[in-house]
């Protein structure tokens, strides 16, 4: 519930030269019954991430968005159709579960470049 303390007794106990890597559910407008049975207590922005970590006696070096291919079904089965039956991603056809994995090489290969996704990964050191 309070990402600042969390982050500030991290940084009490890391060595001098740690390096944190935390990722996090993004994307605000995605807030669904899923985050809640999930146990999330907010999704976040980079901005938002950026200010805790801060907070929390970190320095973010960098703040990316991953999952960017998810966000069009996360959308339409969280916010149009708010279907959310249980927590677990529900079973794909093979060549759908395919089509998956290459936008996740794709992404990856490419670095994460759009501004969106369904979660966020931030790599941060001691400040």
């Known amino acids: 519930e309070d990402p600042v303390t969390s982050l500030r007794n991290l940084a009490a106990v890391a060595s001098p030269d740690a390096l944190l890597v ?9 807030r669904s019954r899923w985050d809640d049975l999930a146990g ?6 980079r901005a938002l991430v950026s200010v805790h970590l801060r907070g929390g006696g970190w320095r973010a070096a960098r703040v990316k968005h991953f999952f960017s291919y998810c966000v069009p079904p996360a959308y339409l089965q969280r916010r149009v159709l708010r279907r959310v039956p249980q927590m677990e ?23 994460c470049p759009l501004p969106f996704g369904t979660s966020l990964v931030a790599v941060a050191r001691r400040t």
């Not at 935390?22 to 995605?30: I, W």
């Not at 395919?98 to 090489?105: K, M, S």
């Open 22 to 30: 935390v990722t996090v559910p993004a994307m605000p407008s995605l």
């Open 40 to 45: 999330h207590h907010r999704r976040y922005t």
């Open 89 to 111: 991603f529900p079973p794909v056809s093979r060549p759908v579960n395919a089509a998956l994995a290459w936008a996740g090489t794709v992404e990856r290969w490419l670095g």
